[in-house]
Every structure is written in C-alpha cells, then in structure tokens.
C-alpha cells in the first residue's frame, strides 16, 4: 500500500481521509468507475455524497494523482498514476487489465513524435477488445 498522505500532498492537496480512502479503494481494485468507487467508500464514510466523490475524483485527476481510462459505450474507470502501462480493456464487461510496455511500442510512438516535432511526455495505450472470459461466454 501507498502512502497516500504523501501522494496527496506531493500534489498540492490535501490529505483527507475521504481522499485517502477512495485511492485506497482503488488500488485494491486496480481501475474503478466512479459508482464503484462511492460504493467501497459509503462503507467507511456512509454521509458521503456521491457529488463530493466525483468532484474529489476529478480534481485528483487534474493534480495528477490519479488517471482516468476511457471505455468505449461505458463509464471511464479510475487508477492510480503508475508507470505507463499499455490497457487491455474489455468493451463487454468493462474490465481492465495491465500490461507492461513494450520496447517496440515505444519506439514505434518516439519515432512518430520525433517526426512531428511533439515532445512527448505521457502515453496511455488503450486496446478496446473482448476478453478471454467473455468470448467463451458467447461461444457457449
Ligand atoms: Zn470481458
Ligand atoms: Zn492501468
């Protein structure tokens, strides 16, 4: 587990527990939506407004604490900033998984920047699929 408190504060925001609380929810599950997240923080915090997570949410995106993931035909899930990651993300269920980056992908993206003169600084690399589990369960 992180120390969110640091986190928090190495990016100009405060360190409530409310904050604390919905970064840890999501690092136990890796890339949440927002409804998920206020689900797992009602249990701690049961005043909490579902307004007040989603505007916490999205100023720790704008600060860089957390990075939101788009999904085709869904609701964006939400993760931790962690190294660049390539996404496998499934448009049936939703679900997201981590894949480390290759040394080809990022060669390939450096020499299509570098001919552009854009300086990259981040890359996020969504693949929109079916995954394993729900392709079986068309096929059965
Ligand atoms: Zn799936
Ligand atoms: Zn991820």
Known sequence: MRDYATLLKAN????????????????????????????????????????????????????????????????????????????????ECGDVEDKPRMQETDTLLHTLTNNEHFKLEKQQINLYGVCEKCQMEVAS
Do not use: W
Not at 15 to 44: C, P, W
Not at 57 to 76: A, D, F, H, R, S
């Open 12 to 91: 100009d925001l405060k360190a409530t527990f409310q904050r604390m609380n919905i970064l840890e929810s999501i690092e136990n599950y890796g890339h949440m939506s927002i409804d998920a997240i206020y689900e797992e923080v009602l249990k701690t915090h049961p005043s909490l407004s579902l307004a007040t997570v989603y505007k916490n949410i999205i100023l720790m995106v704008e600060k860089g604490v957390l990075v939101e993931v788009p999904i085709t035909g869904k609701k964006p899930k939400y993760e931790l900033v962690k190294d660049d990651h390539i996404h496998l993300v499934c448009t």
